[in-house]
T-cell receptor, first 113, second 115 residues
Framework: GDSVTQMEGPVTLSEEAFLTINCTYT??????LFWYVQYPGEGLQLLLK?????DKGSNKGFEATYRKETTSFHLEKGSVQVSDSAVYFC????????????FGTGTRLLVSP | DAGVIQSPRHEVTEMGQEVTLRCKPI?????LFWYRQTMMRGLELLIY????????DSGMPEDRFSAKMPNASFSTLKIQPSEPRDSAVYFC?????????????FGPGTRLTVL
């Protein structure tokens, strides 16, 4: 079935370091792709999305590009802050009409001052 | 807007007891989703509603779980009887529509512990 694979965490970085969190997907068609973020004690929030190949989603300094050839949607940020510490979820939806998100297992990011 | 509201935030109960989780979606949103988050299985969709009608309940684990949406501003997820393996964080989310371009807004979750 359709699935999302994320790199295992935690990812531990110092403030201002460059961030990459890998995400690859398996799908029979052409899904829409999402990154959600979960801050401690809160629900998930949409961070960015891309609906077709080569689209780049961006928000709050984070970026991810939909790569069909490598079935990937890696999340990047040039300079992380302590406030970016959270769990990041990659997800897909198969565009079947009703949105049914399939989530990865999440990657915890810890940023130290 | 207050966002998606869930109650209680934490619930501790004993095995065999009935548990009811509550959700108030964002006003005007036509879709409501219930998710379960565990360390072992990650985030799973249990059921979703459109205009108060259950559309897809294929993710509901077993008959002990039931969900209702009696009106546009309220939904419940009930577990009866509860078991220790039901311990998880349960999230409710709502969206205006359910197309791939739409955004789901999540509540803060209910952390359920079944002893």
């Amino acid at each position: 079935g359709d699935s999302v694979t994320q790199m295992e965490g935690p990812v531990t970085l110092s403030e201002e370091a460059f961030l990459t969190i890998n995400c690859t997907y398996t799908a029979t068609g052409y899904p829409s792709l999402f990154w959600y973020v979960q801050y401690p004690g809160e629900g998930l929030q949409l961070l960015l999305k891309a609906t077709k190949a080569d689209d780049k989603g961006s928000n709050k300094g984070f970026e991810a590009t939909y790569r069909k050839e490598t079935t990937s949607f890696h999340l990047e940020k040039g300079s992380v802050q302590v406030s970016d510490s959270a769990v990041y979820f990659c997800a897909l939806d198969m565009n079947t009409g009703f949105q049914k998100l399939v989530f990865g297992t999440g990657t915890r990011l810890l940023v130290s001052p | 807007d207050a966002g998606v509201i869930q109650s209680p935030r934490h619930e501790v109960t004993e095995m065999g007891q009935e548990v009811t989780l509550r959700c108030k979606p964002i006003s005007g949103h036509d879709y409501l989703f219930w998710y379960r988050q565990t360390m072992m299985r990650g985030l799973e969709l249990l059921i979703y509603f459109n205009n108060n009608v259950p559309i897809d309940d294929s993710g509901m684990p077993e008959d002990r779980f039931s969900a209702k949406m009696p009106n546009a501003s309220f939904s419940t997820l009930k577990i009866q009887p509860s078991e220790p393996r039901d311990s998880a964080v349960y999230f409710c989310a709502s969206s205006l529509q359910a197309r791939s371009t739409d955004t789901q807004y999540f509540g803060p979750g209910t952390r359920l512990t079944v002893l």
